[in-house]
């Protein structure tokens, strides 16, 4: 979630947890009840803080810059794919599909929105069969290089 920096950024001028002095433990469940969000709630509030910064993880050695835009771009798929969970417990299986394809085009190394995507087409190919290959061409679009959403829907456009 965060580097050095963005854990002093996130705990501020609070007090230090040590082993002698164990405040989160103790703590914890007061600070859980106060907070009225769900528990999905907090998670992005802390997503939404932007503590983490892929720069404060990496050394300056070759191949630092190239990694840092693939940690970032991981980062943002995976936030994407969280935003669309998000969306369809609250909206419906339908509110979070567009997340989803975005997570799938946001990273090759974050794969879990796109193979989120894959689920919900399977799922809908006897009830929805345009909707499901409406939702494989958006994947194979996204991920062009990944061949699974192509070969889902050339098993889809075979059926009766």
């Known amino acids: 979630m965060a580097g050095?920096?963005?854990l002093?950024?996130?705990?501020?001028?609070?007090?230090?947890?040590t082993d002698d002095r164990p405040l989160v433990m103790f703590r914890a469940p007061h600070f859980?009840?106060?907070?009225?969000?769900?528990?999905?709630?907090?998670?992005?509030e802390l997503l939404e803080g932007q503590w983490a910064d892929p720069a404060e993880?990496?050394?300056?050695?070759?191949?630092?810059?190239?990694?840092?835009?693939?940690?970032?771009?991981?980062?943002a798929g995976r936030d994407r794919y969280l935003r669309g969970l998000r969306a369809e417990i609250e909206g419906g299986p339908e509110a979070g599909v567009e997340s989803f394809v975005a997570s799938a085009r946001a990273s090759p190394d974050f794969t879990t929105g796109y193979a989120y995507g894959l689920a919900l087409a399977t799922q809908?190919?006897?009830?929805?069969?345009?909707?499901?290959?409406?939702?494989l061409?958006?994947?194979?679009?996204?991920?062009?290089?990944?061949?699974?959403?192509?070969?889902?829907?050339?098993?889809?456009?075979?059926?009766?």
């Open 57 to 75: 993880l990496m050394a300056d050695e070759a191949g630092a810059a190239e990694l840092m835009a693939r940690l970032g771009a991981y980062v």
């Open 124 to 135: 809908r190919s006897s009830s929805d069969p345009a909707g499901a290959r409406r939702l």
């Open 32 to 44: 859980a009840g106060i907070n009225a969000a769900s528990p999905y709630g907090r998670l992005f």
């Open 4 to 6: 050095p920096l963005g």
């Open 137 to 160: 061409e958006r994947l194979m679009a996204a991920r062009p290089e990944n061949p699974v959403a192509g070969q889902l829907l050339e098993r889809l456009s075979r059926r009766p």
């Open 8 to 17: 002093r950024k996130f705990a501020g001028d609070g007090p230090l947890n």
